[in-house]
Nanobody
C-alpha cells in the first residue's frame, strides 16, 4: 500500500509563508487525484487544494490566491505553497490521494480520498 509522508509544517508569524511537501512511496504511480486537506481539532477535515492526474488544480475558494498546489511528477512529490498566512490557517495538513474522479475540492470533500499521511502541523501566530 502506498505511504504518503508530509513535511514542511511549522510555526510562522502571520503574513509568513510555508511550503509543505508530500512524498509518495510509489514513485511510478500517478493517482487520479492528489491533494491537501486540513483539520482543526473538533472540526471535520476539509479539502484545501487538489491536483488531478493531468495536472489540473482546484482550490478552496477561501484560499485561492494564497495557495499554490503543484506536483513534481518524476519524483512524485506534491507541494503546497502557502503565502500570507493567517492564524485561521493553523491546522494539521494532510496529504491524500484517490484512485477516483472527479478531482475537485467539492467532490473530494463529499466522497473523500483513499489514502492519507500522518499530517504535518501548521501553526500561525498573530
Amino acid at each position: 500500500q502506498v505511504v504518503l509522508t508530509e513535511s514542511g509544517g511549522g510555526s510562522v508569524q502571520a503574513g509568513g509563508s510555508l511550503r509543505l511537501a508530500c512524498a509518495s512511496s510509489h514513485l511510478l504511480y500517478n493517482p487520479d487525484c492528489m491533494g491537501w486537506f486540513r483539520q482543526v481539532s473538533g472540526e471535520e477535515r476539509e479539502a484545501v487544494a487538489v491536483i488531478s492526474k493531468d495536472g489540473t488544480t482546484d482550490s478552496a475558494d477561501s484560499r485561492k490566491g494564497r495557495l499554490t498546489n503543484s506536483k513534481d511528477k518524476p519524483k512524485n512529490i506534491l507541494y503546497l505553497q502557502m503565502n500570507n498566512l493567517s492564524p485561521e490557517d493553523s491546522a494539521i495538513y494532510y496529504c491524500e490521494e484517490a484512485g477516483r474522479t472527479p478531482c475537485t475540492v467539492q467532490a473530494r470533500n463529499k466522497y473523500g480520498m483513499d489514502v492519507w499521511g500522518k499530517g504535518t502541523l501548521v501553526n500561525v501566530s498573530a
